[in-house]
């Protein structure tokens, strides 16, 4: 342990200096104030023995100094004085000292003294280090949850895809995209996370779906199309009830993704901002994938036709604000896509030029 001892007799000093090295303590000494404030706040020490009557500053004046230092503001404190009068005793305690030493300092009484103050100091310590290994446990069980949680949804989005035929780079664009648009939004780096983590997951409800209506060629018959719908009702309902806040987010992704803007979508008829954001967000990813991809009803678009599609639809099938935060992101979006192209596919046809996006 380190022991700051300031006095400004230099005998007194030595003296106490000799007592501490005698404990196999390491004295720092010091014998003006001026010159410990200097060296504050680089210096370390675990005990302050501070003598009270000092020039220029007294022992208290001192002290309060050096609480100024976050770092030292709990680091125990002894006076040593001559003055046994109860109002500087006080002064004392208040600037926050824990105990006195009275002058003359008895040599044994000072060492005793100065061992409880390590013992104190050394439980102090230990308790810190207990807290600290807490905390980092906690993280550790915490990322672990968080780990656990997107493989469960990794795992979901591979069950859905053996069904949907769709594969793993559609969802996958479909959750960088939406990712890419919540931040041009304006969304906090953590919720764009979870919305990327969460989106793939949108369709998980196409698992319940007869293939004779997913896979038709053509096009869906009223019925059909009814049935088709259920699946975002069908993915809340896999989703919902999960105590995992990622997993909630993915249900109200899924229950809203096919929401209007204008209240004309499914399965609620909600419309504006009765949609959960993340939804919009999502519904504009989704339909930019749907259109610039391959579906067993249709071709691929080109980009410029899916966002010229995209943008004639802003307050009535898409939220205007949602519409503008994909645009700026447009640049992402088209680098995100070529990273994840699917075989076969010509990058010429996905890089038909639209100006905007001509930068990225
Ligand atoms: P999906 O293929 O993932 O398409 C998602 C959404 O993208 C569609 O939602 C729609 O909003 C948009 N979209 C895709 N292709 C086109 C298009 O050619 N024109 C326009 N205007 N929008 C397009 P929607 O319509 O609610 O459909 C939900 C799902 O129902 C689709 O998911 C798809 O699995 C299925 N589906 C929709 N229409 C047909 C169809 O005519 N034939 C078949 N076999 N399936 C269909
Ligand atoms: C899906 O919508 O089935 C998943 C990703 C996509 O195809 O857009
Ligand atoms: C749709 O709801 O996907 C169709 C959009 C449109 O009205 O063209
Ligand atoms: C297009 O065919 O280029 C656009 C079609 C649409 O807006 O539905
Ligand atoms: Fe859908
Ligand atoms: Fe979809």
Redesign the pocket.
Known sequence: MRILLIDDNKTNLLFLKKLVEKLRCEAVTYDTPGDLLLAMPALDYDVAIIDFQMPVYNGVELLLEISRFEKYRDKPAVFVTADTDIATRMAALDAGAIDFLTKPVNPLEFQARIRNLMALVDARNKLADKAEWLRTEVEKAVAELRAREEEIIERLTIAASYKDKETAKHTRRVGFYSEAIARAYGLDEPLCTDIRLASPMHDIGKVAIPDAVLLKAGKLTEQEFAAMQQHTTVGSDILRESQSSLLQLAASIASSH?E?WDGQ?YPLRLSGSAIPLAGRIVALAD?FDALTTVRPYKEAWSVERAVAHIRE?AG??FDPECVAAFEEALPSIMSIMLANLDEGRQIEDALVPTGKSAAA
């Open positions: 096919h209007r979508g339909n639809r009535s099938q």
